[in-house]
């Protein structure tokens, strides 16, 4: 048997789950689980670095977005999963990576400056966020990861990642990180309903617990190929942002090809309207969700914490074993 490698991915817990969250990341996360040895995190202290002024949504996002993880297939028995929170290793790790990153590769970083020329809604100018990077950076490494599926938004981290473990192994003269690679999320198919990519701050989402109607008002305001305005007319289901939809989840309904190709006629001849594409649509996602809700329910407040707690410690005994090689490396043991 082959090597299985380590893999380490995170999200903050600051919104709910979409449907862009599931076809982009979710359904990558759920196949990995079978290939590497998958650590799935929490990263609430990342999390903390913008939303300190309002935290109380930190603790129910993380127990909503595992519950989220849970019910699309990420499976307690085949990764860890677990919240950042829960093991100080990972604190100590980036004050010890700390002492050999120079403050201008954190300056530099692409995503840094953005963020602080961007938001204006909260003040991010703090310490910490300056050190997000670096943060992300031992998390990454703590576990010695080989692997980080993430979008290209996180590569700048991901190269500082490197950066910083290249230097540490140069330091002390011994191959103790691995440098860690991307594995690149492809950019989602699925755009929001305005055609833009799907984001909580673009509020062009679906939530995965959006209720009916949600779903229904959201698809109705979808963008349809702006050449088709009224039933009858010819439209372009190449250009459709709705059809894109219909192929995605026409297939997790188990309904098959046939059903997919007479929306594609029916739309290219105008015999069908837009609305009642839309509608039928809402339907599909319908049941596609009433599925995924009823998965969800499964898994009480209690059953989480049980599930992060597992996770914690198994983090943490990998955890501590690093810290140890690592002090003992440094001069400290
Ligand atoms: N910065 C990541 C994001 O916003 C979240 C994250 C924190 C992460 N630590 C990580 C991702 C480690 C991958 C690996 O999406």
């Given at each position: 048997m082959h090597k299985r490698y380590i893999l380490l991915s995170g999200m903050r817990p600051t919104g709910p789950l979409h449907l862009g969250h599931l076809v982009g990341v979710l359904d990558n996360w759920v196949k990995l689980q079978d290939e590497y040895n998958c650590f799935f995190m929490i990263a609430d202290w990342h999390a903390l670095m913008s939303e300190y002024m309002n935290p109380q949504s930190i603790k129910t996002y993380t127990f909503d977005n595992v519950r989220d993880w849970l019910a699309v297939g990420i499976d307690p028995c085949k990764s860890i999963i677990f919240r950042q929170s829960d093991v100080k290793e990972h604190l100590e790790l980036s004050m010890l990576l700390s002492v050999l990153t120079p403050i201008s590769w954190l300056e530099r970083c692409p995503t840094y400056k953005e963020q602080i020329n961007q938001i204006k809604d909260r003040d991010i100018n703090n310490y910490a966020f300056l050190g997000y990077p670096l943060l992300q950076a031992a998390d990454i490494l703590l576990y010695k990861a080989e692997f980080v599926p993430i979008g290209e938004d996180q590569l700048p981290h991901l190269e500082l990642t490197r950066e910083i473990a290249r230097r540490f192994n140069h330091l002390y003269k011994k191959e103790i990180f691995p440098l860690p690679k991307a594995l690149l999320t492809k950019e989602s198919r699925l755009l929001g309903t305005d055609n833009r990519k799907m984001s909580k701050s673009y509020n062009n989402y679906i939530a995965l617990q959006e209720t009916e109607r949600g779903v229904k008002q959201r698809v109705l305001s979808m963008i349809t190929?702006?050449?088709?305005?009224?039933?009858g007319d010819p439209g372009r289901p190449s250009i459709c942002n709705v059809y894109t939809y219909h192929q995605i989840f026409i297939k997790r309904i188990h309904l098959d090809d046939k059903q997919l190709q007479q929306i594609d006629s029916d739309c290219k001849t105008g015999k069908l309207g837009c609305v009642e594409c839309k509608n039928m649509l809402a339907s599909y996602l319908n049941l596609y969700l009433a599925k995924f809700k009823e998965r969800r329910e499964r898994y009480k407040d209690k059953d989480i914490l049980k599930i992060l707690n597992r996770g914690a410690e198994c983090a943490k005994e990998k955890a501590a074993q690093q810290i140890q090689e690592i002090k003992s490396v440094m001069g400290l043991l």
């Open positions: 190929d702006p050449k088709k305005i009224k039933k």
